[in-house]
């Protein structure tokens, strides 16, 4: 087993989930936990054989689904998967009959079927979006313990939202909106941000190379970087991670700090499958 500490700080001051997993190309899979660590416990899934992914799940040949905890443990059980899957977040996704499966922070299934989640049209990491009339939209939010909670009080035109992320969103008038641990929607209007450009679970950058991250409270932040950091050398982009041009591996914690990180006998490079 190998595992190092994302940061002392990780897990004690807020309820954010922070595990996720990254599946290298020889098939060994990572998993960190909500406490900063990342974990090599002898799990392997074959990249090709995944059909889909998100942040805290993927699922191998549309019939084995595997969810990680905010222990960074990693569980695999056979579960009925629809046939067709009409979207996907952080820790839920969505048939096209209306059927939410969700994962919550012990690595739990949770099924609900909703009629009105037929109408869902565009999909974040912690929140999709239901169509309405005259062009309308409604948030439904994910928390962490896999429960959801509609938003009437967030409806606005779909036109009026011009960038979706993973635990945030940006209107026309240059707002981000950021969600918390518990599905809450937090309006940002003190903070002025660029256009949205790369889009992480829990961070994001703008046009003008300043890269955001968002805590478990709902805050968002303009932390500070590693010295080591590019914003414009960000290639892969995951669920609380990014990766770099030359294959240096950047983890985002829930307090919104960033950290550079290294695996003894990994090249980051070398990453098949990302969270999200």
């Known amino acids: ?42 799990h392997y899934a074959y990249p090709h054989k995944i059909s889909l992914k998100g942040g805290v799940f993927f699922i191998e040949e549309n019939s084995i689904i595997a969810t990680v905890d905010e222990n960074g443990m990693l569980y695999r059980k056979y579960e ?45 990491g912690r929140y999709f979006l239901l169509a309405l009339e005259d062009g309308m939209v409604e948030f439904v939010t994910i928390n962490l313990d896999g429960e959801f909670t509609r938003h009437p009080e967030m409806r606005m035109k779909l036109t009026d939202i011009v960038s979706l992320g993973g635990s945030y969103f940006m209107n026309r008038r240059g707002i981000v909106h950021t969600i918390n641990s518990w ?44 010295a080591s950091l590019t914003v414009t050398n960000i290639v892969k982009n995951a669920s609380n991670y990014f990766i770099d041009l030359q294959g240096r591996l950047f983890v985002v914690s829930e307090q919104g700090e960033i950290f550079q990180k290294s695996l003894d006998g990994y090249d980051f490079k070398n990453i098949a499958v990302i969270s999200l």
Request: aromatic share 10%.
């Open 183 to 226: 599905g809450e929607i937090i309006p940002q209007a003190d903070k002025r941000v660029g256009i949205i450009s790369v889009r992480g679970g829990n961070f994001f950058t703008d046009s003008s190379n300043f890269i955001y991250s968002v805590t478990g409270e709902g805050e968002l932040l303009t932390p500070a970087v590693p």
């Open 80 to 124: 009925h998967i629809p046939e067709k899957i009409k979207g996907k977040g952080i820790n839920y996704f969505l048939s096209s009959e209306g059927e939410l499966y969700t994962i919550d922070r012990t690595g739990g299934i949770k099924v609900k079927v909703q009629e009105d989640f037929k109408r869902a049209s565009h999909f974040g």
């Open 1 to 42: 087993m190998k595992i190092f500490m994302l940061s002392l700080m990780l897990g004690f001051l807020s309820q954010a989930s922070a595990q996720s997993y990254m599946i290298m190309n020889n098939g060994s899979t990572l998993t960190t936990d909500k406490a900063g660590f990342i974990y090599d416990l002898g």
